[in-house]
C-alpha cells in the first residue's frame, strides 16, 4: 500500500521559511517522480514543484521560482520542499505527490498517490 505522508507546515510570518517533507512508502522510491501542488481556500489545485527521478530535473511554477527548491533523499524516501521568502499569497494547503514515471508533470491528473497534504499559513 503505499502512502505519502507530509510534516512540517504551519504558522510563519512573511519572509520566513519553512521545510516541508512527504516520506513516501510502499513504492520503489527511485522509478517515481514527486511533485508538490498547492490549493488555496476557493481556488483549484495548483503546481507548485517536481523533481524527476530519471536525471534530478526540477521544475518549478512562476510564483515559486527562485524562493522554493525542492529535492529528494533516496535513502530516505523522502521529498523535501524548502520554502524561503514566504508571502501570505503561499498560504495554502500542500500536498505531495508521486507519479510513477521516471519523468515529472505540472498536470495534476498525472499523479498517481498523492498526500493527506499539510497546512501553510503565511501571515502578514
Known amino acids: 500500500q503505499v502512502q505519502l505522508v507530509e510534516s512540517g507546515g504551519g504558522l510563519v510570518q512573511a519572509e520566513g521559511s519553512l521545510r516541508l517533507s512527504c516520506a513516501a512508502s510502499g513504492l520503489t522510491f527511485n522509478e517515481y517522480a514527486m511533485g508538490w501542488f498547492r490549493q488555496a481556500p476557493g481556488k483549484e489545485r495548483e503546481f507548485v514543484a517536481a523533481?524527476?527521478?530519471?536525471?534530478?530535473?526540477?521544475h518549478y511554477a512562476s510564483s515559486v521560482k527562485g524562493r522554493f527548491t525542492i529535492s529528494g533523499d533516496n535513502a530516505k524516501n523522502t521529498v523535501f520542499l524548502q520554502m524561503n521568502s514566504l508571502k501570505p499569497d503561499d498560504t495554502a494547503v500542500y500536498y505531495c505527490?508521486?507519479?510513477?514515471?521516471?519523468?515529472?508533470?505540472?498536470?495534476?491528473?498525472?499523479?498517481?498517490?498523492w498526500g493527506q497534504g499539510t497546512q501553510v499559513t503565511v501571515s502578514s
Open positions: 523533481i524527476s527521478r530519471s536525471d534530478s530535473n526540477t
Open positions: 505527490a508521486a507519479r510513477s514515471s521516471a519523468y515529472l508533470s505540472v498536470y495534476s491528473n498525472e499523479y498517481d498517490y
